[in-house]
Each structure stands twice: as structure tokens, then as C-alpha cells.
């Protein structure tokens, strides 16, 4: 065993000198710690398989050995460095020279005590995000750090590095839509808050964070009765929902990208200004959106390509990866005490995804997990939203370690950790004023600097092109040297040279915060296939450096395009902002700066100029202001006029004429659209989405409001069926799923009354699960209790919609009393939804035809029945009547013939 001896009581001058400059809290820290021998010989290195791009995570430090191994063979690689073992630490402080590790600059180190490493980790690790965005996570665990504090140490890593992971693979498939909002968004942010300027703006003023779960619908007119005793933090989904109740909140929170998400902000899109309340939102949101809003505060994060224009990330901020997160995030800056939550549910509650009005329509997933709920002992819910329900768990422990009151008044979901759940209106009620926010947002317009920043970020972009193509030189010019010669020594400055030109390029900010994201994926994939080129032919390290320097010179070239664009635009839009009277007699510019403005989605900018002067006989700005309203569906019918308007005065204006064709051309496509969603994808959500979309530009439009009347009922089947999935599947959670079974065996040995009474008891405590319901009816139809069926069998209709045998039960009522017109239409419904039924009802309902005097359809059903029936001489006469009432008098007559030839032979 060996054991380090101690040589002095103070620290080793030489750590102490190199702590007093990179990490002076460990003096503190160490203060009042006495030193503990460490064991260097359990101490054991083993070289780990890493790329250049790995990051290390160290559990424990020991006696540094590991650490400077790990500095030796990967010099270039990041490695983090966690210990709770201060005794040990001071220890090795005070006898063992360490500095080499702490002067290296790829190598940082924390320290904490066991009570607090979870914080140290949590606050310090995201530093690191954007060195895993294209290299993979290696833990190693020190030996000489006890087993539980290494695993404490490790959990806490895989926990924070989990949604960076999430994250990658987001990039991986989207990151050309996330950079390119946020570059679209630059004017957004310059003219702008940070999220720091709301700090401490509500001290100690109660939030209400509104989210979109399903309990909200339940909520809301509890919200509307006592909004304005909260500062109202509303995430995107619901302003729909709190429009149609007039709630107006203070704050609106937003940052997903997908273009899709606009549709949260319809409400607004109605309007001819942009809305007052205070928005904010991540720059990677869809860049149409913060357009929507006057008073914008932003948030940002490390690693940002915002970082480029100078624009400081926000420190304090919680992991995010919802909406609703953000918004909390939110109400913390604020200062805000307690922090209510409403209609955050993180689970399916009576099987539905969202509040009704809140969100576009889902289907619910195939695979649900099902945790503890508020009021229920489980609920469903599925991956995603468990967790987020676990990084709200995680928030409201933090705001309840800082004294923060969190309160769950959503009225269903799931159990959020650390929250105390009470109702909203009993929480509201002990509020005894109102609360209110105001925040001005005076800020001189300016975009200047960015302009100049991002010109400067063009002007590093042509420099790396240019590397690259000097670097693809050099490398041809090294290949021809080497295959002439064979001697590396005549080839050495070059590599070299061309090696400069890879470091250049791979730590430029540029590349590495702009290109590399804007092509993750490409850049993602070379970096996964790189091979390590130590042992490798120059032939083969040389197809490897050609195949980076061309992705770099290509991908570059290809991206300048946009930063033209947005620079062109912003210096368009800044020229109009600093001198309006000037720019505005330009009409020329006047007109470029419009285009400009609908590429860029920054709709009510261009119709605020063009409100302030006369464009009553310009065609141009009339299809300016034409082009722009096109941008929201809601003007279609005054875009189509204006449109109109612009050719009447010049008729050869082609442009207004494509123009104007896409504006009426739009609402064809979206039924056309929605048509191949039914027919090709039996997608109806989808399908009403677009129809829905159709009639925003056309509300009267007769066509295509017999489509959502359609469609409304199609969704309605498909959503209810996968609602009694869901039932089912808590029964069998629950272990009920018995009961049901038991009633079906007590019906099959005829045991009617004893089924009935289990059926009875599952619907108290499942009263929507709707194939009890069926089975309780269809028992009083057979005991003559017509009354009682009907109302249990309705119930059932409105639960399980698409179930036929439930109007088939509905339609032997309508029978025994005589009202055969619906008989007639619960026969007709349970056949169109299963026409494998025409064989057991077919007859049935050619009967209640002939009594309304549908010949040809009682015609038809008779004679495909015609081949299964034991009574074909009853049948033979339906048909016969039949033809009679059709006037088809021959036909009726050979019937009648073929009937007494039957008679005969019988």
C-alpha cells in the first residue's frame, strides 16, 4: 500500500500559486478542512478511446495522477474534473505538485461538498454545452473517490447531459431552420430586452404560469375571475383559449422553431398592429413570430451565435426544454412570490393531449407510462412530457430551496414534485389586491452595430473560404512533393502549414458558433467519421484534410447568401428607422425595403410605413401592401383586391397577375391537401387542420364548410376510440380490467343480473368507459327496460362513436317503439361503419326502406341478402313488393312466378 506522506501544513507553493489565479474559492473552501491520506496505488490509469472532439468528465481528482495522464495523451480534449472528497484534496494541495493540471487550459476543475455538488454541477456543466454538439461524453471514475459519491457525481452528469443530447439530435434534423430563424430574428433582438431587464420587476407579486394540459378547460373561468390578482405568464398554446374568455396576459412565452407554431399566434395574426404584451422568446423561434409583438425581451444561451454580435447569454436560467419551462423561468427573474401553475397537467388527463382551443389537435402515442397523479392515483402520460414533468420537478425545488412559494392548482395531471397543490380559486380568494406589472420599453432604433458586426462575421466567412482553398493547395502541392520524392522531411513546413490552416479554421467563433451549426449534420457526420491519424498512410491524412477543407469552402460559400440578405435587410429597415422623412420619397427603396420586409416576416413594419403615406394610385406599393397581408390568411379577401387593384391601374403589371393567381389558388390547395390526408393517410387531424386553414381565408365559403362539418365528425370517431384505448389501459393498470372480463363470462353462462351489477359498479368508477355502457344497455333492451337502454346506450354513442353495434342495440329501441325513422338512421350509421355487418342487419334495414318507400335501396340490400337467408321465399316476396313500387311490373310478375313454382316443389 501506498500511502502519500505528508511534507508540510501548508499548500505546495507551486498549487498555490497557479489556484490564487484559476480557482481562488478553493482557499475558502479548504479553509477548515483537515488533510486525509490518500492510497496512490488504488490510483489506476487506462487510456480511453477518444476523438478530438470528446469531452471528459473526471469523477474525483485523487492525487492528480489520472488528471495529468489524461492532460498527456489528449492535450486538445476538454476534461471536467468533479470532487467531493475535500479532505483528500487538501491532502494532495498540500504535498503533491499538481499545477501542471490547473495551468492547462483545457482542463477545469470544481470542487464541492457532498451536500451541495448537485448545484456545482447543474451551474457549471452547461458552460460546456456547445463543446458536445459534435463530440461524444466520456466519464471516468477515479478509484480513490468512494463509490457513492463517484455514482452521485456520475447520476447527476447523465441527468444534465441527457436533453444536451436531446438537443444534438434536434440540430441534427433542423439546425438549418434553428440558424436561420435566429439570424432572421437579428433585428428582433437588437431592438429588444435581454431577459435581465425584467429582474426583480415583481417582487414578491403572486404569478400565475398558464399552460395548455387538458385540466385548463376546467380552470379558465376560475383564471378569468381572478387574472388580474396575478402577473398572467401565458405560454403560446393558450393565447387562443384566453382570448376567446378576454384575459389579456401580461407576459407571452414562446421559442419553438417549427413553422407550424405560428398557428398559436392566429389571434394576433387578425389583427392590423402588433400586439402590446410583453414576449418572450428564444432568438431560435420561428422567425415570423416575435414580428407579432412591440415589447420583446429575449433569452439566450452559451454557445450562441449571438454571442458573435455580442449579445450576452442569460445566466440565470433553468433547464429548458418547454415552453412552459421558460415561462417559469420567467416569473423567477421577476422576482415573482408564490409562482402558481395552472393547467400544467404533463400527462393525458381524461385521455386528451391538450385543453380543447388551446393547441393543434394530436393523436395520442402508442406507448404511455403512467406516474402519480394530483387527484388520481395514476395518469397516463408518455416520454416527452414526463420529461419536462421532471426538469418542473426539478425547478420547483430550486425556487422552493430559495424560499419561493410554488403552488399546483392545475385541477388534473400529473403530481409535480416539490409543489403544494390547492385549488386555484381557493388560492386566488386569499389575494386581497390586485397585482400589476409595468415595464417601459423606450429603446433608441437602432441597428447599426449589428450591421457592422455582421459584416465583419461576412468578411471572416470569405477568409475561411479563402484558408480552405489555400489549404486544398498546400495538400495537392504535398502530394505531388511526396510522390516525387517519398521524404517526409521535404514535405514538413507544408504539412505544418496546412495543419495551421485546419487549428485556424476549427477554434474560428465563426465556424464553430455559425457554419458548424447551420450544417450539423454535415460537419456532425465528418467529425463521427474522422479517424485518428497517428499510424495513417499521408494518403490517407491527406483525403482526410481535403474532404474538411472542402466542406468548409463549399458549406461557407454556400451560407453567405443568407448573411447578404439579413445585412441588406437590416440596413434597408435601419435607414427607414433613422431617417423616415428622407428614405420615404424614395420609392424605389421604398419598394425593395417592403420585399424585404415579407421575407423576412416583419409584416406590421411594412404596413405601419405604408399606413403613414398615400399609395392610392402606385401600383407597386398597392402590391406591396398586397404581398404583405397575403402573409396572414385571415386578409385573403382584401390582399385578392388589392391585387385586383394594382393591375386595374397597370395592366401589365405580370407580377401582381402570378400574385394574385397563388391568392386564389390557396384555398383549392389546402382541400386538395387535406383530401390526400384523409384518403392516402386516414390522418384527420391533419386533414382538419388544413381544412380549418382554408376557411380563415374564406369563412363563407360554402365548399369548404360542408368539409369541416365532415371532418369534424370523422376526428371526433378517430379521437374517441383512442380515449377508450387509453381507459382500457387503466383498467389493466389498476387491475379492474378483470371486472369487465368477468361481466362478459357472466353474460355468456346467462347470468344477466349478476353481469349487470359488476357493469354497474365498473361505470361508477369509469363512467367514460363506454363498452360498459353499451353492455349495461343492451341487458335492459333484452329485460323490455327501453327508457333506462336509451340513455346508457346514448352515453355510450358519445363515448365510442365509431362503435356499429352500439346503434345497432340503439336502433331494436327505436324499433320496439315504433320510430323507425331513426331505427332507419342508427341502421344506416352502424353500416357505414362496418358494411360487414350487411349480412346480420341487411334485411332489417331493407324493411324499414320499404316502409319509407326507398325501393331501390330496400332493392339492393334484399338481393345481396338473397344468398345467406334461410327464408327465400319471404325475401322473394320483399323483392317482389319491391319492383311493384318501382312500377316494374314485368319483373314483379316473374317473381311472383318463381314464388308459386317454389310453393309447388315445397
Not at 456543466?125 to 454538439?133: A, D, T
Request: glycine share 4%.
Amino acid at each position: 500500500m501506498c500511502i502519500i506522506k505528508q511534507q508540510g501544513v501548508k499548500m505546495l507553493e507551486k498549487n498555490a500559486l497557479v489556484i490564487d489565479k484559476k480557482a481562488t474559492y478553493l482557499k475558502k473552501l479548504l479553509e477548515n478542512i483537515n488533510p486525509k491520506p490518500i492510497q496512490v496505488s488504488k490510483e489506476i490509469y487506462t487510456k480511453p478511446q477518444l476523438k478530438h472532439e470528446d469531452v471528459v468528465v473526471l469523477s474525483g481528482f485523487g492525487s492528480g495522477h489520472i488528471a495529468k495522464r489524461l492532460i498527456e495523451d489528449f492535450p486538445k480534449n476538454t476534461i471536467i474534473c468533479y470532487e467531493t472528497d475535500l479532505e483528500g484534496l487538501k491532502y494532495v494541495l498540500d504535498n503533491v505538485d499538481v499545477s501542471d493540471c490547473f495551468v492547462h487550459d483545457n482542463f477545469f476543475f470544481f470542487a464541492s461538498d457532498e451536500e451541495n455538488i448537485e448545484n456545482t454541477i447543474t451551474a457549471t456543466f452547461n458552460l460546456f454545452v456547445g463543446k458536445f454538439n459534435f463530440g461524444n461524453l466520456q466519464i471516468i471514475t477515479n478509484p480513490l473517490l468512494e463509490p457513492s459519491k463517484s455514482q452521485k457525481i456520475n447520476d447527476i452528469i447523465q441527468k444534465l447531459y441527457t436533453p444536451i443530447l436531446l438537443n444534438r439530435n434536434t440540430l441534427l434534423l433542423k439546425s438549418q431552420y434553428i440558424i436561420e430563424n435566429i439570424v432572421k430574428n437579428i433585428s428582433d433582438v437588437a431592438l429588444g430586452f435581454n431577459l435581465d431587464y425584467l429582474k426583480n420587476r415583481a417582487k414578491n407579486k403572486p404569478a400565475l404560469i398558464v399552460a395548455s394540459g387538458p385540466s385548463l378547460s376546467n380552470d379558465i373561468e376560475t383564471i378569468k375571475k381572478y387574472h388580474n390578482r396575478f402577473i398572467v405568464i401565458a405560454v403560446d398554446s393558450v393565447i387562443n383559449i384566453l382570448k376567446q374568455h378576454d384575459i389579456k396576459p401580461d407576459i407571452i412565452c414562446g421559442l419553438d422553431y417549427q413553422q407550424v407554431t405560428l398557428e398559436k399566434y392566429s389571434p394576433l395574426m387578425k389583427k392590423t398592429q402588433a400586439d402590446d404584451s410583453i414576449f418572450v422568446f428564444e432568438p431560435a423561434i420561428f422567425y415570423q413570430i416575435p414580428k407579432l409583438f412591440k415589447n420583446k425581451v429575449f433569452k439566450t444561451e452559451e454557445n450562441s451565435f449571438l454571442e458573435l454580435l455580442d449579445i450576452k447569454p442569460n445566466y440565470e436560467v433553468f433547464p429548458i426544454n418547454a415552453v412552459t419551462h421558460l415561462a417559469v423561468n420567467v416569473a423567477y427573474i421577476l422576482g415573482a412570490n408564490p409562482i402558481v401553475f395552472v393547467g400544467q397537467d404533463w400527462a393525458y388527463t381524461k385521455a386528451q393531449h391538450h385543453a380543447k382551443g388551446t393547441i393543434l389537435p394530436q393523436g395520442l402515442p402508442e406507448k404511455l407510462i403512467w406516474v402519480k397523479g394530483n387527484y388520481e392515483e395514476k395518469v397516463p402520460t408518455d416520454e416527452n412530457l414526463f420529461s419536462g414533468l421532471t426538469i418542473m420537478s426539478e425547478i420547483a425545488n430550486f425556487l422552493t430551496s430559495k424560499g419561493i412559494q410554488v403552488i399546483n392548482a392545475t385541477s388534473g395531471g400529473a403530481y409535480i414534485e416539490n409543489t403544494q397543490i390547492e385549488k386555484l380559486e381557493e388560492f386566488a380568494k386569499r389575494i386581497k389586491k390586485n397585482a400589476t406589472i409595468t415595464i417601459k420599453f423606450n429603446k433608441k432604433p437602432s441597428l447599426s452595430i449589428y450591421i457592422k458586426k455582421l459584416k465583419n462575421i461576412l468578411l471572416e466567412m470569405n477568409k475561411a473560404i479563402h484558408k480552405a482553398d489555400k489549404a486544398l493547395k498546400i495538400n495537392q502541392n504535398i502530394q505531388k512533393t511526396y510522390e516525387k520524392t517519398k521524404n517526409m522531411e521535404k514535405i514538413r513546413s507544408k504539412v505544418e502549414e496546412s495543419n495551421k490552416i485546419n487549428n485556424e479554421l476549427y477554434n474560428n467563433p465563426v465556424m464553430t458558433k455559425f457554419v458548424f451549426f447551420y450544417y450539423f449534420q454535415e460537419f456532425y457526420n465528418y467529425f463521427k467519421e474522422e479517424i485518428d491519424i497517428e499510424n495513417q498512410t499521408l494518403e490517407k491524412r491527406l483525403e482526410q484534410s481535403n474532404k474538411y477543407f472542402e466542406l468548409i469552402k463549399t458549406l461557407t460559400q454556400n451560407l453567405i447568401e443568407l448573411v447578404q440578405k439579413t445585412i441588406k435587410y437590416l440596413e434597408l429597415k435601419n435607414a427607414f428607422l433613422q431617417k423616415f422623412e428622407e428614405n420615404i420619397k424614395n420609392n424605389d427603396k421604398l419598394f425593395e425595403l417592403l420585399m424585404n420586409c415579407y421575407d423576412f416576416g416583419d409584416i406590421y413594419f411594412g404596413l405601419e410605413i405604408l399606413d403613414k403615406i398615400n399609395i392610392q394610385n402606385n401600383s407597386k406599393l398597392i402590391f406591396a401592401k398586397a404581398k404583405l397581408l397575403s402573409n396572414y390568411r385571415y386578409f385573403h379577401k382584401h390582399a385578392v383586391e388589392l391585387y385586383e387593384k394594382a393591375i386595374e391601374l397597370d395592366p401589365d403589371f405580370e407580377l401582381a397577375r402570378n400574385e394574385l393567381a397563388v391568392e386564389k389558388y390557396k384555398i383549392i390547395s389546402h382541400l386538395i391537401l387535406a383530401k390526400d390526408a384523409i384518403l392516402n393517410r386516414n390522418d384527420f387531424i391533419t386533414a382538419k387542420r388544413l381544412i380549418e386553414r382554408a376557411k380563415d381565408y374564406d369563412p363563407d365559403n360554402e365548399h369548404t364548410i360542408q368539409w369541416l362539418s365532415m371532418i369534424n365528425n370523422l376526428e371526433q370517431m378517430q379521437t374517441m376510440q383512442e380515449r377508450q384505448k387509453v381507459i382500457k389501459e387503466q383498467l389493466k393498470i389498476e387491475g379492474t380490467i378483470p371486472e369487465y372480463d368477468k361481466a362478459i363470462e357472466l353474460l355468456k353462462q346467462n347470468k344477466i343480473d349478476e353481469a349487470y351489477s359488476v357493469l354497474e359498479n365498473l361505470n361508477k368508477k369509469y363512467p367514460a368507459f363506454g363498452d360498459a355502457l353499451f353492455l349495461m344497455g343492451s341487458i335492459l333492451i333484452d329485460k323490455k327496460d327501453f327508457d333506462k337502454a336509451h340513455d346508457l346506450l346514448t352515453q355510450a354513442k358519445n363515448l365510442i362513436p365509431y362503435h356499429p353495434f352500439v346503434y345497432v342495440a340503439l336502433a331494436k329501441i327505436y324499433m320496439s317503439k315504433e320510430i323507425y325513422d331513426k331505427a332507419k338512421e342508427a341502421l344506416e350509421t352502424a353500416l357505414s361503419l362496418n358494411p360487414a355487418l350487411k349480412d346480420e342487419i341487411g334485411e332489417n334495414l331493407g324493411d324499414l326502406y320499404y316502409e319509407f318507400g326507398e325501393y331501390e335501396k330496400a332493392l339492393s340490400l334484399y338481393e345481396s341478402h338473397l344468398q345467406i337467408t334461410q327464408d327465400k321465399i319471404k325475401l322473394l316476396m320483399k323483392i317482389a313488393l319491391c319492383y311493384k313500387g318501382l312500377g316494374l311490373i314485368q319483373s314483379y310478375n316473374q317473381i311472383l312466378s318463381k314464388l308459386q313454382e317454389l310453393s309447388t316443389n315445397a
